[in-house]
């Protein structure tokens, strides 16, 4: 993204924002319909403990600039947990890197099979 955003005018970025922002919501849940109710509940717990609400919305919508969790893949939503809670990705704040810590490979994946999947 750095590579690409590089070469990109403020008027190119915000008419690339404008156009992501009148994209349909996740129209597709981002997980599937496999959902593991075990997961599910865990997942949903792990998120209440660690007060991802309270930056993400109650609905896990984002807002301003923080991102939209919900419905996003499963897969990309995993991939970021990992990385935020190594440091190998770096926020624009530190909120995410320190909001993981302390959180296991389970949990994360338990976080991504619920959040992919909540509307
Ligand atoms: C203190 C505020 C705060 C809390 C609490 C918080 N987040 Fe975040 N989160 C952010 C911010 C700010 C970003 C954007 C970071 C960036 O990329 O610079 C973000 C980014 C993310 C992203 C990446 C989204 C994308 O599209 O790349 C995911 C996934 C995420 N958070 C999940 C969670 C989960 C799961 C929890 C709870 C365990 C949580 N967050 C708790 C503030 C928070």
Do not use: W
Not at 88 to 116: C, I, K, Q, V, W
């Amino acid at each position: 993204m750095s590579a690409v955003a590089k070469g990109m005018s403020d008027s190119d970025m915000r008419a690339f924002s404008e156009l992501i922002a009148a994209l349909p919501v996740a129209p597709v849940a981002g997980g599937g319909a496999d959902a593991d109710p075990v997961r599910m509940r865990r997942g949903a717990e792990l998120a209440v403990r660690h007060r991802c609400a309270s930056c993400h919305g109650s609905d896990y919508a984002g807002g301003a600039q923080v991102a939209r969790i919900a419905g996003q893949r499963e897969d990309y939503l995993r991939l970021v947990l990992k990385e935020f809670q190594s440091g190998a990705r770096l926020g624009y704040t530190t909120a995410m890197n320190e909001t993981l810590s302390g959180l296991s490979p389970d949990d994360l994946g338990d976080l991504a099979h619920f959040l992919a999947r909540v509307r």
